[in-house]
């Protein structure tokens, strides 16, 4: 069960860190080291740094391969420069503070669309299909279709699983990775916190990269 979880929601958390991950990344090696890492990413596995984004444990070994020890604190420096991971209040959820302007963007966009607000709060617990979300909430198809297809582009939404309809077609069955968003702003700061779903948070493999990292780091002290 859990297995299945994981292939299928793989993308969604990680495909919305991806974009601005790469170009933290890129800025903190400088170009010569990240064209290096980016030419070994493709000798080994025929992809590049962007495509190996949903696939983190690639770029991860790449890093170690190429800076040893220092590998942890790079991968640790460019997470915290796009968002900052808080300890669990519960177990349903992880807190997560955006606090890169792309990401922020990105997430106020979608939710200033009354039609992808409408549709990530209908999916924050139960997941829906396409014909659901589209007839509860009176979306015309073709648009439809196209917005629910750019939230699942930018890692807001997610497929959470398939099943056949009552005429016998398979079905997607789609989830919102956040079950919570509040906006913060100090002086010319602002900040989005957010909640994502347990599993959405343990089958990111760029968090969990992270996540290893420092509690290597605490074991060695």
């Known amino acids: 069960m859990y297995l299945a979880y994981y292939l299928i929601t793989m993308g969604g958390l ?97 939710i200033g669309d009354p039609d992808k607000k409408n549709i990530m709060t209908a999916t924050i617990s139960t997941p829906k299909s396409a014909y659901d979300l589209l007839g509860e909430h009176k979306i015309p198809q073709t648009s439809g279709y196209r917005k629910i297809k750019e939230l699942l582009n930018d890692g807001l939404l997610v497929v959470d699983h398939k099943e056949k309809n009552s005429d016998g077609k398979v079905v997607s069955k789609y989830l919102s990775v956040f079950s919570g968003l509040s906006l913060s702003m100090n002086k010319n700061k602002v900040s989005l916190n957010v909640t994502i779903t347990k599993e959405a948070y343990l089958s990111s493999s760029i968090i969990q990269a992270v996540n290893q990292a420092a509690r290597l780091k605490t074991l060695q002290r």
């Open 14 to 110: 990680d495909s919305f860190l991806a974009k601005s991950l790469e170009n933290t990344i890129k800025k903190n090696l400088g170009m010569s080291s990240f064209r290096r890492v980016q030419s070994r990413l493709f000798e080994k596995y025929g992809i590049s740094i962007t495509e190996a984004m949903n696939e983190f444990e690639k770029i991860d070994e790449i890093l170690k391969e190429s800076f040893g020890g220092g590998a942890k604190g790079i991968k640790k420096k460019a997470l915290q420069q796009i968002c900052i991971l808080r300890p669990p209040k519960n177990g349903k959820g992880r807190s997560v503070t955006v606090v890169d302007p792309y990401l922020i963007e990105t997430i106020l966009f979608n």
